[in-house]
Nanobody
Framework: VQLVESGGGLVQAGGSLRLSCAAS????????MGWYRQAPGKERELVVT????????YAASVKGRFTISRDDDAKYTLYLQMNSLKPEDTAVYYC???????????????WGKGTLVTVSS
């Protein structure tokens, strides 16, 4: 599975950005998808996940401001709409896709290379 993020950039506080993640390869092995982020000097943290059935789990810090979605025609294309951005949202945002361990699926946890979001005050 390969994951490629796009859409990061520099935005002022209060602004919006939309991140995208395109999955390719053994996409049928993907069990869920999500976004994580890592700020300078901090550990990587969960932003939001979405299961194959559409159940979402948001971090408390982004609930009500960020929205995860998938492309209906290409369900392995993931989006993160980020509104009311704050300087503390500054981080590298990573797309994540855990896979099932069955048949030809290897059960690995896949990550994109990340896209940088910088929110200025």
């Amino acid at each position: 599975v390969q994951l490629v993020e796009s859409g990061g950039g520099l935005v002022q506080a209060g602004g919006s950005l939309r991140l995208s993640c395109a999955a390719s390869g053994d996409r049928d092995c993907i069990s869920a998808m999500g976004w994580y982020r890592q700020a300078p000097g901090k550990e990587r943290e969960l932003v939001v996940t979405i299961t194959s059935g559409g159940t979402t789990t948001y971090a408390a810090s982004v609930k009500g401001r960020f929205t995860i979605s998938r492309d209906d025609d290409a369900k392995y294309t993931l989006y993160l709409q980020m509104n009311s951005l704050k300087p503390e949202d500054t981080a590298v945002y990573y797309c994540n896709a855990p896979t099932i361990s069955w048949g030809l699926c290897d059960g690995m946890d896949y990550w994109g290379k990340g896209t940088l979001v910088t929110v200025s005050s």
